[in-house]
């Protein structure tokens, strides 16, 4: 198993994998298959943000942790479904520092 250090790029591998292969018991390929299209995606990163501040006003450590997990899984998937990388998200943080 790689160390959490390469946590994001080996999820992002996986979301790339299911693009590609699609296979039918994957929630991840069910997203790029959507009849709602890429709305799908951003009804659910819509849907854990609002989880997510609500997490916070409760100060819910665990749910909080769990919310931005949800939040980040998505927005690679979005990522992925506008032929983005991990690098141009790096390279957009890069200039932010």
Same mark, same amino acid.
């Given at each position: 198993?790689?160390?959490?250090?390469?946590?994001?790029?080996?999820? &992002?591998? #996986? #979301?790339?994998?299911?693009?590609?292969?699609?296979?039918?018991?994957?929630?991840?390929?069910?997203? &790029?298959?959507?009849?709602?299209?890429?709305?799908?995606?951003?009804?659910?990163?819509?849907?854990?943000?609002?989880?997510?501040?609500?997490?916070?006003?409760?100060?819910?450590?665990?749910?909080?942790?769990?919310?931005?997990?949800?939040?980040?899984?998505?927005?690679?998937?979005?990522?992925?479904?506008?032929?983005?990388?991990?690098?141009?998200?790096?390279?957009?943080?890069?200039?932010?520092?």
């Amino acid at each position: 198993m790689s160390d959490d250090s390469d946590v994001l790029d080996d999820l &992002f591998d #996986i #979301i790339e994998s299911r693009k590609e292969e699609l296979p039918e018991d994957s929630y991840t390929a069910s997203l &790029f298959t959507h009849e709602k299209g890429e709305n799908a995606v951003l009804e659910k990163l819509g849907e854990e943000t609002t989880e997510l501040l609500l997490a916070a006003k409760d100060d819910d450590h665990e749910e909080i942790a769990h919310e931005s997990a949800d939040i980040i899984y998505h927005m690679l998937v979005l990522l992925s479904m506008k032929e983005m990388t991990l690098d141009d998200l790096r390279d957009e943080l890069q200039k932010r520092r």
